[in-house]
């Protein structure tokens, strides 16, 4: 079976090339202010979340490449104010540059928002980066005490799976879909954050295994859902949180 990443390779390398275009700076280059050391899953999922479902209902590839783009503006803008350390020891150009380099493709998204003319999404993806900085300083303030599966849980919620359900829906939306059809993608998206956050993390297999399981589930009320583009996606991201959890499992 084709993997979704070499389903939509082009895709991919057009987001990939507009990203390095787009971010490039004149007086350095993007890895010599921070270091992102993504894997598969950080380069690719946000945007493959958009792209699939927007391809399942006939949506616009063009347009869908650039909402893509965008939620990968924000994904690597939230990962790179990740980076700050609150450490009085840190060099003053470290503690800077993260902040400036991350505010730097916050405004990277708005000025795509602009250019693709979709000004009527930014509503809800202002919203959705309030929540992933709310659970940022959530999972800050509780650094040093022992957090319950259930806060654990509102954490990701907030940080990563209100960015993967909203890369859902509006893919959704953009494709034409009605809004049941919308809230279900968004529950789908909702589910693949949680099992790539708890993976990523390291968490209990069994979260995984649950949030991809409730995927599944809401798949299944949709029409034809084995032969689109959706399936592939949660085969997509099971596959690669199944060899993190195996190597925790091995260590």
Excluded at 185 to 214: H, K, P
Excluded at 242 to 248: A, N, S
């Amino acid at each position: 079976m084709l993997l979704l990443s070499e389903h939509f390779k082009e895709e991919l390398e057009e987001i990939k090339r507009t990203l390095r275009r787009e971010i490039k700076l004149k007086a350095a280059e993007f890895d010599e202010l921070v270091e992102l050391n993504f894997g598969e899953l950080e380069n690719n999922a946000c945007p493959l979340i958009v792209l699939a479902v927007s391809q399942t209902f006939g949506g616009a590839a063009r347009s869908a490449i650039g909402l893509a783009t965008i939620f990968q503006y924000i994904f690597m803008a939230d990962q790179v104010h990740r980076l700050m350390k609150d450490d009085p020891d840190l060099e003053e150009s470290k503690r800077q540059f993260p902040v400036l380099v991350g505010d730097f493709l916050y405004g990277k998204f708005f000025l795509s928002l602009c250019k693709e003319k979709m000004l009527h999404f930014l509503a809800p993806l202002a919203k959705v980066i309030e929540n992933m900085n709310q659970g940022a300083i959530i999972r800050w303030l509780s650094r040093d005490k022992k957090v319950s599966d259930g806060e654990y849980i509102r954490t990701i919620e907030m940080e990563r799976a209100s960015l993967t359900g909203l890369a859902a829906r509006l893919g959704a939306e953009l494709a034409g879909c009605p809004l049941k059809v919308q809230e279900q993608c968004e529950t789908i998206g909702w589910n693949l954050g949680i099992a790539w956050a708890a993976s990523q993390e390291r968490r209990s297999g069994g979260m995984v295994d649950f949030a991809l399981t409730e995927a599944r589930s809401i798949l299944r009320e949709l029409p034809d859902h084995r032969n689109h583009s959706l399936n592939q996606l949660i085969d997509y991201i099971e596959s690669n949180v199944e060899v993190k959890t195996l190597e925790l499992n091995y260590r």
